[in-house]
């Protein structure tokens, strides 16, 4: 059965919808006049709903659909025994202001109808997500981006010394994933260099350049701060293949590296970074002239630079040292004629950038979840994004999009890993409206007309059998109170747990 949009959309909610596509001609679908009606369903019909993932774009979904649906029952499903994400393993730890936002979900979750599982991967390997399906009227799939991009070179995956963006900032962070990463600090050659100019770019150079003194007032893990207490790292160049106008960063994260104590900025040429900015739109022109200015001083103790225009094409290492990252051979790029600089291609000129440690920051991806493409739900490997329309899952066709009924989905695994926690409260928004609006007007989900759906209650015993223990919202409640408890300890907010082992000794 071939299902339509139903609900009006502005012309720019169509437009940002068919970005996240996998279908370019899935506006044919939408609602048009004459439509077969569909019977409608009371506000109190018993609806259950189950959130895989607890980052944000999933807890501002779940607060949507409470405020719209009361009577709704939310369960909320995550790999890991702790919630929030991105907001716990991925904003910076000196950007405290950014996680104000778990003060609401904590609200959510408190919610009579509301119920957290966690420490319950969804998948093959443990509760399958074949078990969802006959339980829940819709699933909302929101697990994030997970994976990282590689740029597929030369000694990339067999040098010491490169590690991922997503990587550095999930073990200063505390994800249990990478708590073993340990990257070497303490190379004699004091060199970093990060490839990519987005925001997690920047947010890696100013960990390895801030003062370890102000690092010990945030939740950064100790054993970060041990590491970057030994740390010989006086230089970070951040390398973009485009030029300053293309960069992905934004002002705040520049200037928050330029007022960093006894840190000064190499001063980008001329030639390269616009001069005269007063045509450029209003953003624009405020982050050019902040690069313009730069630090009032330069060299001093520590420093960065950024470098645009160069592609990396080859990790390298020293004949006296095979196994290590040595230097990072680039080609100088330019723009291609016609397109604003937002294209380039290689010039055939190369250069060697000597460094020991690499940090690889060209973006995240999300993975499909073992069993959802034998589900029937539609996922498009080149974007890393499950396939859909506005947040509602649409398997492509020649003839438009076909809604998979029940199935929506929100957060980088809707539209790609781009965006701020901002944007993607209005994403999850958008999603949360869409599933109550399609409840209400009684579009056709999971089961039956008139099911009566068990959520948690029947799954919970298959979860039993697993050999799984369930985390709830009580027993995070416990990991919370002993992490701020060691936190205040040694003079911190809180101190994480970084393992899984210790998060579950708690409960």
């Not at 600089?341 to 055939?348: L, P």
């Not at 589900?375 to 020649?398: H, Q, S, W, Y």
């Not at 790609?416 to 944007?423: D, H, M, R």
Request: a positive charge.
């Amino acid at each position: 059965m071939k299902y339509i949009l139903r609900h009006p959309l502005t012309r720019s909610a169509a437009w940002r919808s068919q970005r996240t596509s996998c279908n370019p001609r899935f506006i044919n679908t939408l609602h048009q006049p004459g439509d077969p009606k569909v019977a409608s369903r009371r506000a109190d019909a018993p609806f259950r709903l189950a959130i895989i993932g607890s980052g944000p774009s999933g807890f501002y979904t779940a607060y949507r659909v409470q405020s719209k649906l009361p009577t709704a029952r939310i369960d909320m499903y995550e790999a890991l025994p702790v919630p929030f994400g991105l907001v716990r393993f991925g904003v910076a730890p000196d950007h405290p202001e950014v996680k104000f936002c778990i003060n609401k979900f904590d609200e959510v979750a408190r919610h009579p109808n509301f119920t957290y599982i966690g420490n319950t991967p969804i998948g093959s390997e443990s509760l399958p997500f074949s078990s969802l399906l006959p339980n829940y009227n819709a699933i909302l799939l929101s697990y994030g981006a997970s994976k990282d991009k590689t740029l597929n070179l030369p000694g990339e995956s067999i040098l010491s010394g490169i590690h991922s963006a997503r990587a550095f900032v999930g073990w200063y962070n505390g994800l249990p994933e990478h708590r073993n990463l340990n990257p070497d600090l303490e190379r004699s050659d004091g060199k970093a260099v990060v490839i990519g100019q987005g925001n997690v770019a920047l947010d890696v150079a100013r960990i390895l350049l801030t003062g370890v003194d102000e690092l010990r007032k945030t939740d950064i893990t100790e054993y970060a701060l041990e590491a970057l207490s030994g740390s010989k790292i006086k230089e970070v160049e951040v390398v973009g293949r485009r030029g300053p106008l293309q960069a992905a960063f934004t002002i705040k994260e520049v200037r928050e590296l330029m007022t960093l104590p006894s840190v000064g900025f190499e001063p980008v040429p001329p030639s390269i970074i616009p001069q005269d900015t007063s045509t450029l739109p209003r953003a624009k022109k405020r982050l050019m002239d902040t690069i313009n200015k730069g630090t009032k001083s330069y060299p001093l103790e520590k420093n960065w630079k950024l470098s645009f225009f160069s592609s990396p094409t080859a990790f390298l290492s020293s004949s006296s040292n095979p196994g290590q990252l040595s230097h990072i051979r680039f080609e100088k790029t330019a723009p291609v004629e016609g397109t604003n600089g937002d294209k380039v291609v290689g010039t055939g000129e190369h250069k060697d950038v000597y460094a020991s440690l690499a940090f690889r920051s060209i973006g995240y991806k999300s993975e499909p979840i073992s069993g959802m493409i034998e589900a029937g739900i539609p996922f498009d490997e080149k974007k890393g994004v499950v396939c859909n329309t506005l947040g509602r899952v649409a398997r492509p066709t020649p003839e438009g999009d076909i809604q998979v009924p029940g199935m929506y989905t929100t957060g980088w695994v809707r539209r790609g890993p781009t965006g701020i926690i901002a944007s993607t409260m209005m994403d999850a928004f958008d999603a949360g409206d869409n599933i109550v609006n399609d409840w209400l007007s009684g579009v056709e989900f999971l089961g039956e007309q008139g099911d009566v759906r068990m959520g948690w209650e029947a799954v919970k015993r298959e979860h039993s059998n697993i050999g799984l223990k369930a985390v709830h919202w009580s027993d995070w409640d416990k990991i919370d109170k002993a992490e701020k408890e060691r936190g205040k300890k040694i003079g911190k907010e809180r101190e994480k747990f970084g393992t899984e082992e210790e998060m579950m000794a708690i409960v």
